[in-house]
């Protein structure tokens, strides 16, 4: 079938024969690497290896199975389908950013691996923020509320996604938790993501931007070894700095390789433990947000926090 | 690890499909699968058969058309290849590349009765 106007559905067609190919008005097939001729006596498919005789027994139907089908008769058929494997994730996710954008939330997706310190560094950002923000957590992990709880504590509404077998959130079960959290207009809504620095970066949620973490003490290379969320990532905070007297880690070095993934990247450096650099962090936050908030008057009017940041 | 997703997602677009075009059985699922996808074939694969089981795509064949990546490198003013996102360009050695292809994760075709 074609797949740009849907004609030919089941349209048979017997090789070799002599009658006329219905098929011949003309709009572009964009097939990739083969090429398909539609002239009066058919189709001639350029990469077919083996002859169609008069005697020829195969059926093709529509646009046949070409380079697909076993040789010698075949009554199957071929469907275009050209859909990205991550197309519903990514419906989902627009959803959410249509939502996100039409109540002036600004949404983080923090990603990194396990241990980076992504839970104690959004508690103190809470603790630091919430004061001029109003703010909202979705926790994300395989098991357990531990990490939900600590946000709570705080006096922020977290709510948390186990995910069970699941490596990773989606744009679905975000849209989920939004139900039960229901984040206040022109609010900043942090999703800490499943610790895991694969499988989050393919999976769009809906957010402004994804924030990788990395700690110093994971090794500079990271952004090398995990390209692809380096890659997906607006911005890298690169953590636990107060520990670098104490390890072999080449700053320098880490900020190069993650610029070699991502040129674009944007780098900060901070300890979630002695504050050291969290200014910065706050500062990004905040004019980001404001950025995007540019002639929502409707949302700014109430703002918490009127002043604009001093960068 | 999100191969098990991928595979979840490909089965409930063949449903989809299988409704919408009425088909009862997939004989061959075709997909193109960039290399900087993320995504790793055998373990593809694998969950491919789990997941498919039960299934109108139960007895699905998988074939792979992996996709090369490619990048625009801005020194040279030409589209190269590249095997990872942080390659240098392979002529001119320069890191200004702007990866252009080789992250597609799509189903092409199926081969359906």
């Known amino acids: 079938m074609c797949t740009t106007c849907g004609c030919g559905t089941g349209e048979v067609k017997i090789e070799g024969h002599d009658h006329h190919h219905g098929h011949d008005h003309s709009h572009d097939h964009s097939h990739g690497d083969h090429e398909h001729s539609h002239g009066e006596q058919g189709h001639s498919h350029d990469h077919h290896h083996h002859e169609h005789s008069e005697q020829s027994q195969d059926i093709h139907y529509g646009t046949g199975p070409a380079h697909a089908h076993a040789p010698g008769l075949s009554q199957s058929r071929m469907v275009e389908i050209e859909q990205n494997i991550l197309g519903k994730n990514d419906e989902y996710a627009k959803e959410n950013r249509r939502f996100f954008t039409e109540n002036g939330i600004f949404t983080l997706n923090l990603v990194s691996s396990p241990g980076s310190g992504k839970t104690t560094l959004l508690t103190r950002t809470i603790n630091d923020l919430k004061d001029d923000l109003s703010l ?54 942090f999703v800490e993501n499943v610790g895991n620095l694969v499988c989050p970066a393919a999976f769009d ?80 936050v905040q004019a980001s947000r404001q950025m995007r908030l540019i002639g929502r008057a409707d949302i700014l009017s109430s703002d918490k926090s009127q002043k604009l940041v001093s960068v | 690890m999100h191969e098990m997703s991928l595979c979840e997602g490909i089965l ?37 058969e789990v997941i498919m089981q039960g299934t109108v795509a139960e ?31 392979p002529d001119c050695e320069s890191y200004q590349l702007q990866v252009s292809g080789g992250d597609e994760m799509r189903i092409k075709e199926l081969e359906v009765n």
């Open chain 2, 12 to 48: 409930q677009i063949i449903e989809d499909e299988a409704q919408k075009q009425q088909f009862t059985e997939v004989k061959q699922v075709i997909l193109d699968v960039g290399v900087l996808s993320g995504v790793e074939i055998t373990a593809l694969e694998f969950a491919f």
């Open chain 2, 59 to 89: 007895k699905a064949t998988l074939k792979i058309n992996e996709i090369e990546a490619q990048a625009w490198c801005m020194p040279c003013s030409k589209t190269v290849n590249i095997k990872q996102r942080y390659d240098a360009c």
């Open chain 1, 205 to 284: 949620l809906g957010e402004a931007h994804k924030v990788a973490i990395l700690s110093v003490t994971e090794g500079e290379d990271k952004p090398l070894k995990y390209p692809d969320m380096f890659f997906a990532a607006d911005i890298m905070l690169l953590n636990k700095i107060d520990l670098l007297p104490y390890l072999e880690f080449d700053v320098e070095k880490c900020i190069e390789y993650a610029r070699r993934v991502n040129p674009d990247i944007q780098v900060l450096q901070v300890s979630a433990t002695t504050g050291e650099g969290m200014d910065t962090w706050y500062q990004w």
């Open chain 1, 136 to 189: 909202s957590v979705i926790e994300g992990d395989q098991q357990t509320t531990h990490d939900a709880e600590r946000i709570r504590e705080t006096g922020v509404s977290a709510v948390q996604i186990n995910t069970g077998k699941g490596c990773h959130l989606d744009a679905h079960m975000v849209g989920h938790a939004m139900e039960s959290l229901k984040p206040d207009k022109g609010s900043v809504l």
